[in-house]
């Protein structure tokens, strides 16, 4: 059985139906509870405050004809737009599984963050989906097709966890 894959990138980022990883962590997507869209604004008021400050500083340069308080206030307004230049939005994906909210993903480009959210919702109501009909399936003892085992002879599968150290012998 081929698995659908919602989306991959050169990130690191690849969604599919049965697993969603971002980076190096991996998530079994049936177990994704939620996916939420996230934004973080960042504190823009230090640099307003900066560069308010800074104006007046060199107002006061003109006025008194003061050149080096004139420099401090233009130091203080580059300092400000700089501060104000560097604070633009950041975009993010939180999920919620069974130990909690997660954040799986930032960028500033808020178009493939919702690229990618909405590429994991669908996976998720693909898995969630596939997860309700096998359940209708075994109260039912009704089976797919010729390629669906019986329940009794599938080998016992270890779940969750972290898989255990093996020793090479010499």
Known sequence: MATDVFHMDANGV?????RSVFGEHTYATRNIQ????????????????????GLVIVAVGFVLQHTITLM???????????????????YGIRITTQRGPVYVLASRDKR?????????LRAVSVAHRGRTTEREELETGEARGPERAPAAEAPAQRRGGRPTRRRRRR
């Open 14 to 18: 690849r969604i599919s139906a049965h």
């Open 34 to 53: 939620s996916v939420d869209r996230v934004e973080d604004k960042g504190v823009r008021w230090p640099g307003m405050g900066t560069l308010f400050i």
């Open 72 to 90: 401090i206030g233009a130091v203080a307004v580059l300092s400000g737009s700089l501060n104000l230049s560097r604070k633009r939005p950041r």
């Open 112 to 120: 493939y963050v919702e690229l990618v959210a909405d590429a994991l």
